[in-house]
């Protein structure tokens, strides 16, 4: 089986139409309630949504008026902290993931992390809110050992390619914390510096898990198996 440990679907709903054809077990991401609204009407059986306030979101969305939506969601997330790809200042972005923290622990569901350039920072407040916790397309050299020490699951994001600090995750994050996933088909096109359409997701699919496989010194297909066992029980 195919799996998607994280991802969004566009407007048009090309990614949706590929996962349910494909049977593909996806955890699809929605920031807000109009994409909650959205993906829920377009996914089949074997995919799930997760629910929460991005941290480029954090100036515009408040938790506190979103509480039926993490009530609903299976999995709260992509959360976290950014100082690369934002220009919400972290002081706005600290309250509104911690806030989220609180609320996944108190509701005893999981979370995606979004950790980028604050792998540091997230550390101790995962501390203070034990959890099961998946990191998202880790891509930093630094801290990967600290974040297995939790218990974290970690996926492999498509620029396993070409970023070293990936690959180097890819070889050394134990089986059973393993996933893989896309981010969607437009995070495709970004890793791999050219246009990918959604009829060549699937392949892309494949592309990365026989890299990881490579990686590891496995085979393609046991490594894909792997991977979706592991999705099926962070999402129990
Ligand atoms: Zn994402």
Known sequence: MLSDAHCHYDEAGALAAIHRANHVLALVNCGGPAEWARNAAAIGPD???SFGVHPWQSATLDPATLTKYYQVAPVIGEIGLDTV????PLAQQLPVFEAQLAIAARLHKPVVLHTKGCEQEILPLLKRYPNQYFVH????LAYQ???LALGCYMSIGPDVVSDPAVRALARTVPANRLL?????VASLSWAWGHEVA????????HRCAALVAALRGTSRGWLQALAAHNLATFLQ
């Open 47 to 49: 995919q799930r949504l």
């Open 85 to 88: 790809w934002t220009k919400v």
């Open 137 to 140: 397309w880790y891509s930093a």
């Open 145 to 147: 050992a600290d974040y």
């Open 180 to 184: 893989l996933e896309s981010d969607g």
């Open 198 to 205: 959604p009829q060549d997701y699937a392949a892309g699919l």
